[in-house]
C-alpha cells in the first residue's frame, strides 16, 4: 500500500500569507493525487486533481504542484475562509486511495 | 446539482449490524463508481468499500473485508453498505462519495472524489 506523510501536521498563518503543504508518498505515484479541504463538521471539498489541475470553482488562491514521490498545496494569499484541514489523496493504486494525516491550518 | 444524502446511521452494539443508504440526484448514476468513505473522530478519510457503475467491479479495505458489503440499485439511483460484525473501531462518520467515471481514459481517470454526501454518524458502544 502507497503511504502519504502530510507536513505539517499544524500550521498556523497570518491572513494575507502564502502558505505551502507538502504531501510525501512512499513510492512514485506519478502526478495522480488529489487535495481535499474539510471544515469541522462538513464533508472534504476537492480542491486539486492530478497534482496541479483546479476543480471547477475553487479560488485561484489554491494551487498544486509535484510528481513523482513530492506534492505541494499552496494557498496565495491565505483568507480567513482558508482554515480548515486538508488531505492528500493518492489515486495511483487505486482502489483504495489513501489518503494522508491530515494539515490543520489555523489563523495566527 | 448533484446531491448525495446518506442515512442509516446510528447507535448499536458491538456485533450488531447496521444498513448505509446514499442517495444520489442530478447525476447518471450508473455512469460513476461509487465509494464509501469513512472518517474517524480526529482522524483522516479512509476508503473502505467501491463498486463499479455496473455493479461488477469491487473493492474492500482490509480492515472491512468480508463485514461489510457494498451494493447499489440503478434503478433507484442508489448506494448501499451493509455492515455487520461491527466493532468499536468502525465508529466514525461515514461518507458516500461519486468516484469515476465508468467509461475513462487518460486523466478523466483520475478526477479524485468530486461530489461528497453530508456524511452519517455510526457509534459503536455497549
Known amino acids: 500500500d502507497i503511504q502519504l506523510t502530510q507536513s505539517p501536521s499544524f500550521l498556523s498563518a497570518s491572513v494575507g500569507d502564502r502558505v505551502t503543504i507538502t504531501c510525501r508518498a512512499s513510492?512514485?505515484?506519478?502526478?495522480?493525487l488529489a487535495w481535499y479541504q474539510q471544515k469541522p463538521g462538513k464533508a472534504p471539498k476537492l480542491l486539486i486533481y492530478?497534482?496541479?489541475t483546479l476543480q471547477s470553482g475553487v479560488p485561484s488562491r489554491f494551487s498544486g504542484s509535484g510528481s513523482g514521490t513530492e506534492f505541494t498545496l499552496t494557498i496565495s494569499g491565505l483568507q480567513p475562509e482558508d482554515i480548515a484541514t486538508y488531505y492528500c489523496?493518492?489515486?495511483?493504486?487505486?482502489?483504495?486511495?489513501?489518503f494522508g494525516q491530515g494539515t490543520k491550518l489555523e489563523i495566527k | 446539482q448533484v446531491q448525495l444524502v446518506e442515512s442509516g446511521g446510528g447507535l448499536v452494539k458491538p456485533g450488531g449490524s447496521l444498513r448505509l443508504s446514499c442517495a444520489a440526484s442530478?447525476?447518471?448514476?450508473?455512469?460513476?463508481?461509487m465509494g464509501w468513505i469513512r472518517q474517524a473522530p480526529g482522524k483522516g478519510p479512509e476508503y473502505i468499500a467501491y463498486?463499479?457503475?455496473?455493479?461488477?467491479?469491487?473493492f474492500y479495505a482490509d480492515s472491512v473485508r468480508g463485514r461489510f458489503t457494498v451494493s447499489r440499485d440503478n434503478t433507484k439511483k442508489s448506494l448501499y453498505l451493509q455492515m455487520n460484525s461491527l466493532r468499536a473501531e468502525d465508529t466514525a462518520v461515514y461518507y458516500c462519495?461519486?468516484?469515476?467515471?465508468?467509461?475513462?481514459?487518460?486523466?478523466?481517470?483520475?478526477?479524485?472524489?468530486?461530489?461528497w454526501g453530508q456524511g452519517t454518524l455510526v457509534t459503536v458502544s455497549s
Open positions: 462519495a461519486r468516484d469515476r467515471p465508468q467509461e475513462c481514459s487518460g486523466v478523466g481517470c483520475y478526477v479524485g472524489l468530486q461530489y
Open positions: 442530478a447525476i447518471k448514476f450508473n455512469d460513476y463508481y
Open positions: 463498486i463499479s457503475g455496473s455493479g461488477g467491479t469491487i
Open positions: 513510492r512514485g505515484i506519478s502526478t495522480f
Open positions: 492530478v497534482a496541479s
Open positions: 489523496q493518492q489515486l495511483n493504486s487505486y482502489p483504495p486511495g489513501s
